[in-house]
C-alpha cells in the first residue's frame, strides 16, 4: 500500500485547504482516515470514512472540515474551512483503520504527512 498526500501549504487563520490522498495498494477508499499531529502532541484521529461508508469527525473539527473520497480513483479528500493556528499540524492520511461512532483504530499504512500552517 501507497499513500501520497498533498494540498498543504500556509493559510491565514479563517482560510481553507483541501488535503488530497492518493492510495495504491487497496481495495477500496472505505476505512480510511485523516490524522494529524502538532509540535510535542500526540498524532490524533482528524476524520474517517468507515467501512459502512459513514463518516466521522474529532469534535474540534465538526462543521468545518469534510472528508471525501472517490473510490474509483482511490482517492480521499479532506476540505478544511474555517481554518484557526490550533489546526496546525503535519496531517497524515491512513488507510486500512476501523471506525465507529464508539472506537476508532489506525491502519498500519500511512502517507507521508503534508504540512498545513495557519497564521492568526
Known amino acids: 500500500v501507497q499513500l501520497q498526500a498533498s494540498g498543504g501549504g500556509l493559510v491565514q487563520a479563517g482560510g481553507s485547504l483541501r488535503l488530497s490522498c492518493a492510495a495504491s495498494g487497496i481495495g477500496s477508499i472505505y476505512g480510511m482516515g485523516w490524522y494529524r499531529q502538532a509540535p510535542g502532541k500526540q498524532r490524533e484521529l482528524v476524520a474517517a470514512?468507515?467501512?459502512?461508508?459513514?463518516?466521522m469527525y474529532v469534535d474540534s473539527v465538526k462543521g468545518r472540515f469534510t472528508i471525501s473520497g472517490d473510490n474509483a480513483k482511490k482517492t480521499v479528500y479532506l476540505r478544511m474551512n474555517s481554518l484557526q493556528p490550533e489546526d496546525t499540524a503535519v496531517y497524515y492520511c491512513?488507510?486500512?483503520?476501523?471506525?465507529?461512532?464508539?472506537?476508532?483504530?489506525?491502519?498500519?499504512?500511512w502517507g507521508q504527512g503534508t504540512q498545513v500552517t495557519v497564521s492568526s
Open positions: 470514512i468507515t467501512r459502512g461508508g459513514d463518516t
Open positions: 491512513n488507510a486500512g483503520g476501523l471506525y465507529s461512532a464508539t472506537y476508532s483504530y489506525a491502519g498500519h499504512s
